[in-house]
Structure formats: structure tokens, C-alpha cells
Nanobody
Framework: QVQLVESGGGLLQAGGSLRLSCAAS????????MGWFRQAPGKEREFVAS??????????DYADSVKGRFTISRDNAKNTVYLQMNSLKPEDTADYYC???????????????????WGRGTQVTVSS
């Protein structure tokens, strides 16, 4: 069982930067793929970014809408995954959720169904 706790959300103006953190419980963090999803008001939850487990090389993947602006990374010593968000836009406004799965995946990681564990989310609001 893995528990995920997000932090770092907030309110900021367009063009700004924010770093989200997700602390994971457990002793086998290295074995888990980690990801971020987001859900804007009135919209479906969507994939943002993922990073594979350590043994798969920590390969990253991004949604086209955030590619070049967001960076996912992991610190295995701290059992933490980060989402660095730069050049934020009003359309990035959403609740951001951390996810985890003790598995190796490809494009199926873009689907919420693939992920086994979810945090409760942290809110990000970007004003124009």
C-alpha cells in the first residue's frame, strides 16, 4: 500500500512558476512509476506527466499541452516526486493529483485506469 500526499499548489499569475511535490510512503519507492494528472472544473481528469521506476531508467513522458513547460523528476532518497511548472497559463488551472503504480508501462500510462494509487490533490489557480 502506498500513500501519496501532494503539496505546493497555490494561486499565481500567468507566466509564473510553481513546483508541486508528492511525498510517498513505503520502502520500495524505487519500484514505482509516478505520475501527475489534473482535473479542471467541469472537465475530465487528464494525464500531465509520468516518470518510470528507477530500474526502467526514470524515463519521462508529457502531455503535449505541457511539453517544454513542465518537468517531472523524482528524488528516491526522499520518496518524493516533483512537478516543476513554468510559463503557467490560465488553462493550467486545475486540481493536480499524484499517482503511483508498481509496474512498467508505456502509453497506457496516459490513462487514469492504469494507475493504482492516487493522492487527494492540490489546487493550482493561474490568473490572467
Amino acid at each position: 500500500q502506498v500513500q501519496l500526499v501532494e503539496s505546493g499548489g497555490g494561486l499565481l499569475q500567468a507566466g509564473g512558476s510553481l513546483r508541486l511535490s508528492c511525498a510517498a510512503s513505503g520502502r520500495t519507492f524505487n519500484d514505482y512509476a509516478m505520475g501527475w494528472f489534473r482535473q479542471a472544473p467541469g472537465k475530465e481528469r487528464e494525464f500531465v506527466a509520468s516518470i518510470s521506476n528507477t530500474w526502467s531508467g526514470g524515463t519521462t513522458d508529457y502531455a503535449d499541452s505541457v511539453k517544454g513547460r513542465f518537468t517531472i523528476s523524482r528524488d528516491n532518497a526522499k520518496n518524493t516526486v516533483y512537478l516543476q511548472m513554468n510559463s503557467l497559463k490560465p488553462e493550467d488551472t486545475a486540481d493536480y493529483y499524484c499517482t503511483a503504480n508498481q509496474a512498467v508501462g508505456g502509453k497506457e500510462m496516459h490513462g487514469s485506469f492504469w494507475w493504482a494509487y492516487w493522492g487527494r490533490g492540490t489546487q493550482v489557480t493561474v490568473s490572467s
